[in-house]
């Protein structure tokens, strides 16, 4: 199995910047591709970025250009770098991992909060 536990949401101004960070444990060389979830109050949970083992990354449109999602293996740690922030970036923000090809985890969210 593998466990995720992310870090660094927080409260920040429209156009400031967090950085989240997703620690993966257990199985983790059983990793196959990880992302970052969001989902905002009365919306459905939705995909921002994903990044593979070969490093292949893709975004939701709305965040191209301002979001940039990274990899450490030595830590085994995945990264969402957010920079411009906007009020509609306001969700709770969850890290996934697809594992041993079939298999899915979650972590258990973190809240950003963006002020107009």
């Known amino acids: 199995q593998v466990q995720l536990v992310e870090s660094g949401g927080g409260l920040v101004q429209a156009g400031g910047s967090l950085r989240l960070s997703c620690a993966a444990s257990g199985s983790i060389f059983s990793i196959n591709a990880m992302y970052w979830y969001r989902q905002a109050p009365g919306k459905q949970r939705e995909l921002v970025a994903g990044?593979?083992?070969?490093?292949?990354?893709n975004y939701r449109d709305s965040v191209k250009g301002r979001f940039t999602i990274s990899r450490d293996f030595a830590k085994n740690t995945v990264y969402l770098q957010m920079n411009s922030l906007k009020p509609e970036d306001t969700a709770v923000y969850y890290c996934n991992a697809d594992y041993d090809l079939v298999y899915n985890a979650w972590g258990q969210g973190t809240q950003v909060t963006v002020s107009s």
């Open positions: 990044i593979t083992n070969g490093g292949i990354t």
